[in-house]
Nanobody
Framework: QVQLVESGGGLVQAGGSLRLSCAAS????????MGWYRQAPGKQREVVAG???????NYAHSVKGRFAISRDNAKNTVFLQMNDLEPEDTAVYHC???????????????WGQGTQVTVSS
C-alpha cells in the first residue's frame, strides 16, 4: 500500500503565498514522476506542475513564473511553492506519484486526497 498525504492548503488573500507538501509513504521502492493537479468547482481536474525523478520540471501556462515545484527524494516528498496567488487559483490541489513497489515491478500512479486552497480577492 502507498499513501500520499497533502498539507499546507488554506485561505489566503490575492497576492499571497502558500507552500503545499505531499509526503508518500508505504511500500515504496522508488518514485518516478511526481506532480500536482487541481480541480475547481464545476471544472475538470487540470495539471499544475510536474517533476521527474531527475528534477526536470514542467508547468501549466497559467502558473508559470508564479509556482515552483520541487521534491526531496530522501523523504519521498514533493512541494509546490505558490506565489502571487490569484482568485482563479482557488481549487482542491491533489498530488500524485508514479511509484514502483519492487525493483522489477510495474509502476502505478497514486493520488492524495487533496488540500483546499482558497484565494480571496
Amino acid at each position: 500500500q502507498v499513501q500520499l498525504v497533502e498539507s499546507g492548503g488554506g485561505l489566503v488573500q490575492a497576492g499571497g503565498s502558500l507552500r503545499l507538501s505531499c509526503a508518500a509513504s508505504g511500500s515504496i521502492f522508488s518514485i518516478d514522476a511526481m506532480g500536482w493537479y487541481r480541480q475547481a468547482p464545476g471544472k475538470q481536474r487540470e495539471v499544475v506542475a510536474g517533476i521527474s525523478s531527475g528534477g526536470s520540471t514542467n508547468y501549466a501556462h497559467s502558473v508559470k513564473g508564479r509556482f515552483a515545484i520541487s521534491r526531496d527524494n530522501a523523504k519521498n516528498t514533493v512541494f509546490l511553492q505558490m506565489n502571487d496567488l490569484e482568485p482563479e487559483d482557488t481549487a482542491v490541489y491533489h498530488c500524485n506519484a508514479v511509484v514502483r513497489t519492487t525493483r522489477w515491478g510495474i509502476s502505478y500512479t497514486h493520488w492524495g486526497q487533496g488540500t483546499q486552497v482558497t484565494v480571496s480577492s
